[in-house]
């Protein structure tokens, strides 16, 4: 008999199972579209890749005011003590209060997490959290827990919350910079909710950059209270990492006051563009980090199947197109752009709309979409292992290490698979990634065993062909990051 957790585990599964069924529903009615192993040398570095922890400081409703009452410092031993007697009863009657569609991730499971990274990514000079660091309907299980909170108690819980997160996975390696990003979640005021200039963000940006060099702190501060961005220099000869809040720019952002604001997005694409020009001057390598991806969200367009090929077209992760635009116009700059947010392992390329009128200056950008630690989809737990090229910081290739079961009790963390090994590519560039993609547009039926790699490696731990039969479709989203595109792509009309 299958635990609860197992069944919400399953129906999550199930969940993006009828959506992607879905979308082969109009695939009928759309046309089909048409050596060397990476090596491990003295000449990189290891890297770790981390997001979408959503760290779950409800999994034992018993121990929360405990966490509320105390500082930081102590959340771990309050949280290793003996669970609740009640604690899975509390919890499931939480969940469904606030309507939650699985589970996130619980003490034991970050730990269990922690101590893998510990052994598999050991010799890592860095590392980087593309965001959503707390769980899922955070604001109504504190409701639920403290029906009668004063104001500034939900902001000063999800402070604590995010601190916690953060010293957790810094003292894993010790001394090792740790480049964070925001994501939708990590809010003082709500899910895809937040204000520019804030207390929060000045708050959240001590933390953030308390390990930075002196002569770089004060400068990301600042920038991280005016809009959750900065700059920091990567391990890396002449390269750095801009790290953005782009759900400022998502499609669903709004203000605490439920206003929509476009001026914090804007402040944040024309420093983007103004530290690319700089890099480009210097001749810098850049990455570029943020927790939503550009492009098409194939899983809300897929619910919306009537809506992609007409009028309204696609749905989009974020509210304009700047930020590809951006990043393809200084492609001869980024070197890697990395994103999160569907708990997916993905790869995309940006090119844009006019990709191959000569807009671009180069053949794109590589994008890395890292896998979630969350649970909460089905998928097992996971991070990426990579290594770094010491002089060009260019991406060589990664690992994905996956875990054995959701809850961290006895759990066995496994190697899913290795880029190099598996798409025979020497490293993760626009050239190779863009050759990948090419040869699944090319296998519309996902024959090959690339094809069926990806598919399987997807949804991580999980044997889920459903993204097979929507297979053209999805990799039209891999290369075609405007709505323009997408459209072209998919839509027979429009052809």
């Keep these: 008999m299958h635990s609860r957790g197992e069944v919400r585990s399953f129906r999550s599964v199930a969940g993006w199972g009828l959506v992607l069924a879905g979308f082969s529903l109009i695939a009928n009615g759309w046309a089909a579209k048409g050596q060397a192993v990476a090596a491990r040398s003295d000449a990189t570095i290891q890297a770790l890749f981390l997001s979408d922890i959503h760290f779950e400081p409800f999994f034992d409703p018993g121990k929360v005011p405990q966490l509320a009452a105390a500082p930081v410092s102590e959340w771990k031993g309050i949280l290793a003590a003996a669970p609740s007697a009640d604690r899975a009863k509390q919890f499931d009657a939480l969940e469904q209060t606030c309507h939650a569609r699985g589970e996130d991730t619980s003490f034991p499971l970050l730990e269990s997490s922690l101590h893998a990274i510990r052994s598999d990514a050991a010799e890592a000079k860095f590392v980087t959290v593309s965001g959503?660091?707390?769980?899922?309907?955070?604001?109504?299980?504190?409701?639920?827990?403290?029906?009668?909170?004063?104001?500034?108690?939900?902001?000063?819980?999800?402070?604590?919350?995010?601190?916690?997160?953060?010293?957790?996975?810094?003292?894993?390696?010790?001394?090792?910079?740790?480049?964070?990003?925001?994501?939708?979640?990590?809010?003082?005021?709500?899910?895809?909710?937040?204000?520019?200039?804030?207390?929060?963000?000045?708050?959240?940006g001590e933390e953030v950059t308390k390990g930075f060099p002196v002569g770089e702190r004060k400068a990301a501060q600042e920038t991280f209270a005016a809009g959750g961005y900065f700059s920091a220099r990567l391990p890396v000869r002449n390269a750095r990492i801009l790290v953005l809040d782009d759900q400022f720019m998502g499609s669903k952002f709004t203000t605490c006051g439920d206003k929509p604001?476009?001026?914090?997005?804007?402040?944040?694409?024309?420093?983007?563009?103004?530290?690319?020009?700089?890099?480009?001057?210097?001749?810098?390598?850049?990455?570029?980090?943020?927790?939503?991806?550009?492009?098409?969200?194939?899983?809300?367009?897929?619910?919306?199947?009537?809506?992609?090929?007409?009028?309204?077209?696609?749905?989009?992760?974020?509210?304009?197109?700047?930020?590809?635009?951006?990043?393809?116009?200084?492609?001869?700059?980024?070197?890697?752009?990395?994103?999160?947010?569907?708990?997916?392992?993905?790869?995309?390329?940006?090119?844009?709309?006019?990709?191959g009128k000569g807009a671009a200056l180069g053949p794109g950008v590589a994008v890395k979409m890292v896998s979630s630690i969350s649970p909460i989809n089905g998928n097992a737990p996971s991070f990426t292992v990579a290594r770094v090229d010491a002089a060009t910081a260019e991406l060589k290739d990664f690992r994905v290490f996956a875990a054995s079961n959701t809850t961290g009790a006895d759990t066995a963390w496994r190697e899913e698979y290795d880029w190099g090994k598996t798409y025979d590519a020497s490293e993760f560039s626009a050239a190779t990634v863009s050759k990948v993609i090419a040869g699944f547009a090319a296998d519309p039926g996902a024959k090959t065993p690339a094809s069926r790699d990806y598919i399987r490696n997807f949804f991580v731990g999980i044997e889920n062909p459903l993204l097979g039969k929507f297979w053209p479709q999805y990799v039209c989203s891999l290369q075609n990051d405007s709505a323009e595109g997408f459209k072209a792509c998919v839509c027979p009309a429009a052809k």
């Design 132 to 204: 959503d660091l707390i769980s899922h309907a955070f604001t109504c299980k504190f409701e639920a827990a403290f029906p009668k909170a004063a104001a500034g108690d939900y902001k000063a819980f999800v402070e604590k919350t995010l601190d916690f997160v953060m010293e957790e996975v810094g003292g894993v390696l010790p001394g090792v910079p740790v480049y964070w990003a925001l994501g939708n979640n990590d809010s003082d005021c709500g899910d895809y909710k937040l204000d520019a200039h804030s207390d929060f963000l000045a708050a959240v």
């Design 261 to 355: 604001d476009e001026s914090a997005a804007d402040a944040q694409t024309a420093w983007l563009e103004q530290q690319l020009t700089e890099a480009r001057r210097d001749k810098e390598k850049v990455w570029v980090m943020a927790h939503i991806p550009p492009g098409v969200d194939v899983h809300s367009s897929a619910a919306h199947l009537g809506e992609v090929c007409g009028p309204k077209g696609p749905r989009m992760f974020l509210a304009s197109e700047k930020l590809a635009d951006v990043l393809i116009e200084f492609s001869d700059v980024v070197q890697l752009a990395v994103f999160a947010h569907t708990h997916m392992d993905e790869v995309r390329i940006l090119r844009g709309a006019n990709a």
